[in-house]
């Protein structure tokens, strides 16, 4: 008898799927992310160029940018930058955001498709880790720029990125109670995008990092009841 291995599907969006279940998926590695970018700037400010397309927050912290939106806080409303006519963004910073745009016709989100809409500024920080972990981004960063919170993603080989086991653990975990997520996708989001070995069981997941393991209980409906590390000496 031949016993053939199930293969894991990648992480991808999928036809039906909402808001909510993206950012289940990809939101994970983008908290991951910005942690990594928070130890490499502690507490600097960081200063946008929106003619040069830069982002510098010391003589040797400087980034190349792509502008995903803005923030009012007058009116309370996020904007896209593909939404450019009345602002005048240079394409060549807005590509990202486009390719936001694009996703989002052909998989039917509005909330990458709609221009301007009312919302909260914390949760301009969900769509701007939604757009950067799609996009493949390094991280993301909110400026202030005469009266509007700009929010760029960055992509660079400077910001290094932390792959401890511990780290995992901690940031899903934080990931998962922080955020309005379903818990068990973005358990298996995190583990396929951070590249790593994924299994899926009845009440539970496993993370394969190398010879490490993290296990993820969970209930009927998908909420967390316990995370486990198992470590190799």
Known sequence: MILLKTIEKPITIEKGDDFKAIFSKYGCLAFDRQE??????????????????????????????????FFTEEFNQWSWAW????????????KAAREIYEIGAEYEIPEFTTPV????????????????????????YAANVEGLDIFVAI???????????????????????????????????????????????????????????IIAGFTERGNLTHLQMLTVD
């Open 36 to 69: 990594n970018l928070s130890e490499l700037i502690g507490d600097l400010v960081g200063e946008v160029d929106l003619e040069n397309g830069t982002l510098t927050f010391s003589d040797d912290i400087k980034f190349d940018i792509q502008i995903l939106g």
């Open 117 to 140: 809409f009312e919302t909260k500024f914390d949760d301009c920080h969900i769509w701007a880790m939604t757009a950067s972990a799609l996009l493949d981004m390094d991280a993301y």
């Open 83 to 94: 939404d450019n006519e009345n602002i005048g963004f240079d394409d060549e910073f807005i």
């Open 155 to 213: 992509k660079s080989d400077s910001i290094k990125r932390n792959d401890s086991v511990v780290k995992f653990r901690d940031t899903f975990n934080t990931f998962q109670k922080n955020f309005s997520v379903y818990p068990r996708l973005a358990f298996e989001g995190y583990t396929k995008l951070k590249g790593y070995e994924f299994k899926n069981k009845d009440d539970f997941a496993v993370a394969k990092l190398g010879e490490d393991r």
